[in-house]
């Protein structure tokens, strides 16, 4: 059996105990071994972290401890597969560079709050993004600083509403990378668990959490 680490917290707003409750019955019918944590504490258990084949992060905002950074990075780098979206991954800590490097982005705006907006998939043939077409978001979009070296899948462009000198900016949505010997997957959707009801953001997330997964 495979094993997953969901682990979920900080800024209520995100939903972040709910919006794990969408992937945690789905892990369990691929046949994962889901652990849950509601502490970052579970980073530092080094026998776990190095037993898992996935992390799920839902964690927004807030800091994390260098013994904390120092055993998810560690797990990554050996090969854990860790998969996540929205500020629950890439809004988790601000001020953790390292983290960020692993992540790579990291959250600066949403332009216009909740706003109506379209999602491109840019690379049709890639199996995470595959038979899926352009969708809308009622969401926030996102606006990232991106690492160059992510492989981009999906984009959304800002409007310029309310920052017009942003009009036009090809934004990433949807990407994937390594870090180390680490697979790791990052979709921008899902501010609240209702935004999984959108078929094509649920089954994006699904299959980057299988594809990251070691």
């Not at 409750?21 to 579970?42: M, R, T």
């Not at 692993?102 to 043939?125: F, S």
Request: contains cysteine; negative net charge.
């Amino acid at each position: 059996m495979k094993s997953a680490l969901v682990v979920w917290g900080g800024w209520d707003g995100h939903e972040p105990k709910q919006c794990t409750e969408v992937f945690i019955p789905w892990l369990k019918e691929q046949g994962y071994g889901v652990q849950v944590s509601d502490s970052l504490d579970a980073y530092t258990d080094e026998a776990m972290m190095s037993a898992l084949h996935l992390i799920v992060p839902c964690w927004t905002m807030g800091e994390m401890s260098s013994e904390q950074e120092k055993g998810l990075l560690a797990a990554v780098r050996s090969g854990v597969g860790i998969a996540g979206w929205h500020g629950g991954m890439c809004d988790a800590f601000r001020n953790n560079t390292g983290y960020q490097f692993m992540t790579g982005g990291q959250w600066v705006e949403h332009p216009g709050g909740i706003i109506d907006y379209e999602v491109n998939i840019t690379k049709p043939d890639d199996p995470i993004v595959a038979g899926l077409s352009d969708f809308r978001m009622h969401s926030e979009q996102y606006y990232l600083h991106v690492d160059p070296s992510n492989e981009v899948l999906a984009t959304t462009t800002a409007s310029g509403d309310p920052y017009p000198w942003i009009a036009g900016c090809v934004m990433p949505v949807v990407w994937k990378r390594t870090y180390g010997e680490g697979r790791v997957f990052y979709s921008s959707l899902g501010h609240v668990a209702s935004d999984f009801d959108v078929p094509e953001c649920l089954e994006i997330m699904r299959r980057g959490m299988l594809w990251a997964s070691r």
